[in-house]
């Protein structure tokens, strides 16, 4: 499986303030997706990023909320913004193997607090 | 919508005992079944997918799938402390893009 990288791995920012999270992959991947994970609870699908397209986002997340960028098959930003202490929570980015199944693997996450 | 269930548990079994993990799925037209384990502090780590036309066993592992009562069991034979993590199961989400639906989770405990 793929190596994924996150940076930062955690942080603690001012509510109002925005935080870009990066995520690598060391191999090209087509699909990428971003998860919200808050304590004590399950994974929640943000959105997700194609190379070459706009991200397609679940209900009850917003491209102004959330912008997501995917330059290339190796790299994606989430940008959290406008940022309030209920945005507190583990951002996960994964992607999906290149087999054309549903497996996916996950980056270590980025621990976020907002106060 | 589809929905995955889980019971969150805590399930506790001794040490060498068999884990039984259940997860029941809404869509009867799921084909791929995927079960993760989670460690307190860590991200999620794939351990199991099967698909609709069987059972698998990978190690102390196994994964079945029940389509009639639409629900998909891990098997955790000899288990071990180290098992000791939130195991989380997924269907495919659907709609092109290869996503996700995941449980909650079950915390399993195993004591010595």
């Known amino acids: 499986s793929a190596v994924i990288s996150q940076k930062p791995s955690r942080d603690i920012c001012q509510r109002g303030t925005s935080l870009t999270i990066q995520c690598q992959v060391d191999?090209?991947?087509?699909?990428m997706f971003w998860y919200r994970q808050q304590p004590g609870q399950s994974l929640t699908l943000i959105a997700t990023a194609n190379q070459g397209s706009e991200a397609t986002y679940e209900s009850g997340f917003v491209i102004d909320k959330f912008p997501i960028s995917r330059p290339n098959l190796t790299f994606s930003t989430l940008t959290v913004s406008n940022m309030s202490p209920e945005d507190s929570s583990i951002y996960l980015c994964?992607?999906?193997?290149?087999?054309?199944?549903?497996?996916?693997?996950f980056g270590p996450g980025t621990r976020l607090t907002v106060t | 919508q589809k929905e995955v269930e889980q019971n969150s548990g805590p399930l506790s079994v001794p040490e060498g005992a068999i884990a039984s993990l259940n997860c029941t799925y809404s869509?009867?037209?799921?084909?791929?079944f995927f079960w993760y384990r989670q460690y307190s502090g860590k991200s999620p780590e794939l351990i199991m997918f099967i698909y609709s036309n069987g059972d698998k066993e990978d190690g102390r592992f196994t994964a079945q799938l029940n389509k009639a009562s639409q629900y998909v069991s891990l098997l955790i034979r000899d288990s071990q402390p180290s098992d000791s993590a939130t195991y989380l199961c997924?269907?495919?989400?659907?709609?092109?893009?290869?996503?996700?639906?995941f449980g909650a989770g079950t915390r399993l405990a195993v004591h010595p």
């Open positions: 869509d009867r037209g799921s084909q791929s």
């Open positions: 191999s090209q991947v087509t699909m």
């Open positions: 997924a269907v495919p989400g659907g709609g092109g893009y290869n996503k996700l639906i």
């Open positions: 994964s992607v999906a193997a290149n087999n054309g199944l549903n497996e996916q693997y």
